[in-house]
């Protein structure tokens, strides 16, 4: 069993020629509400593809929190830890353009509740994970206590931190097994150059330094580079006619967690991500691009 600790949102997304300039009102051709927020996409990736996994995460109190829940119980997913709050829910306004490119504004909501008590009251749940998935749309203190609890239970994390955050301190997170940032987010928090393979090779060789076991940046369209304590893997992509490229992320990530918590190796569980991945993109919506893994044919291992 997996236990995502984090996020989950309301994504109203909308389809847009251009973004509108201050003072204009534009038309836009297309609208479409669905569930996100990354630590419920990753949740629900995991699920789609296989594994039974526990939500901590925290909803408001308006007509958004009633369909959240339902959606994590239709996708399989424990609503023990899912909890009520005073605030209104994440919501996620999101615009995707002709080029399938996305820009996202979040407004965290109840997320910014999630407290170390509120893990704390699942530890005896976590304690029976073989993985805990986090994002950085919660707390930082609560992420921190979250890695601190996962090494006094034996269990290994993977940390996404996304979307950035500038305070993130390596020094609370170095214990995690799995770090996994995109380019943008390796080098808000390196502070290192990330424009070539070499570049990107050098600041997570840095995080690999501050004593984090893998890390594993993703490149988008460029594939995946790893660094572990024995090696370099590069994945490379595969290449698709991208539609909507929002929660592609979050799809690599929920279905490398399954394939961790299935216990395939680390080569095999990226280059299955990068391909579930790819398959997201093609597909508008964040959790409606998500395949089940039954509709899918992996690469051969
Ligand atoms: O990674 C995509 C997600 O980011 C969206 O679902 C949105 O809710 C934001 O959290």
């Not at 201050?22 to 699920?47: H, V, Y």
């Not at 029976?128 to 203190?141: A, D």
Request: hydrophobic share 45%.
């Amino acid at each position: 069993m997996i236990a995502v600790v984090g996020s989950n949102m309301v994504d109203l997304i909308t389809y847009i020629h251009r973004m509108p300039n201050p003072g204009e009102t534009l038309e836009a051709p297309d609208f479409r509400m669905g569930c996100g927020g990354k630590g419920a996409n990753q949740a629900i990736a995991a699920s789609r593809n296989g594994s039974e996994v526990l939500m901590v995460t925290r909803v408001g109190n308006d007509a958004f929190a009633a369909n959240t829940k339902a959606n994590f119980a239709e996708n399989g997913i424990s609503t023990k830890y899912v909890l009520d709050t005073d605030a209104t829910s994440g919501v996620a306004p999101i615009f995707v353009d002709k080029s399938s490119q996305n820009s996202i504004l979040i407004v965290q909501g109840a997320n910014a509740k999630l407290s170390p008590e509120d893990v704390a009251a699942a530890r005896a749940d976590l304690a029976k994970c073989s993985l805990i998935v986090m994002q950085l749309e919660i707390p930082l203190p609560t992420v921190y206590y979250t890695i601190r609890l996962a090494k006094e239970l034996g269990i290994p994390v993977l940390l996404n931190p996304a979307p950035a955050h500038p305070d993130l301190s390596l020094e609370d997170i170095k214990d995690c097994a799995y770090f996994a940032p995109n380019e943008s987010e390796l080098a808000l928090i390196t502070g290192m150059p990330v424009g070539t393979l070499d570049e990107v090779r050098a600041a997570a060789g840095y995080l690999r330094r501050q004593g984090i076991r893998n890390v594993i940046v993703t490149l988008g369209e460029h594939g995946v580079l790893t660094l572990t304590e024995e090696k370099e893997i590069f994945t490379p992509p595969f290449p698709v006619a991208a539609v909507d490229t929002t929660g592609a992320g979050d799809a690599f990530i929920g279905c490398f967690a399954n394939a961790v918590d299935a216990g395939l190796g680390l080569e095999t569980a990226l280059k299955r991500a990068a391909f579930y991945a790819a398959d997201s993109v093609t597909k508008r919506g964040t959790q409606y691009s998500y395949a089940y893994a039954k509709e899918l044919e992996f690469p051969a291992e």
